[in-house]
């Protein structure tokens, strides 16, 4: 189904009409839901490339959360959200080597 398209219902039958408006709600939530998971990672990576290694160090923590808390939604796959995390974490290491050195 299309970002924001309704769902075509054939049926006339109370229960498929239901079916079809909780369908619509839930596509909703987990729309925002993703939004906002992506906005996260997106302002920690932002924070990585400017190389502020101490901003983006606390903003880690608030990202692995979010993200957990979207594989426990069932917005993210298990293993994408790990890939993601596995990806933020390594740059952020990297980053604060190179302060280091």
């Not at 990576?45 to 290694?53: F, H, M, Y």
């Amino acid at each position: 189904m299309a970002q924001g398209t309704a769902t075509k219902v054939k049926k006339r039958k109370k229960s498929v009409l239901k079916r079809a408006a909780q369908s619509i709600k839930r596509a909703a939530v987990n729309r925002s839901k993703r939004t906002r998971v992506r906005s996260v990672i997106r302002t920690l990576r932002s924070a990585i490339n400017t190389g502020d290694a101490a901003v983006a160090g606390k903003l880690l923590s608030t990202t692995v959360a979010s993200i957990d808390r979207a594989v426990a939604k069932g917005v993210l796959p298990k293993n994408a959200a790990n890939r993601y995390k596995s990806r933020l974490t390594l740059a952020i290491n990297n980053l604060q080597t190179k302060r280091q050195a």
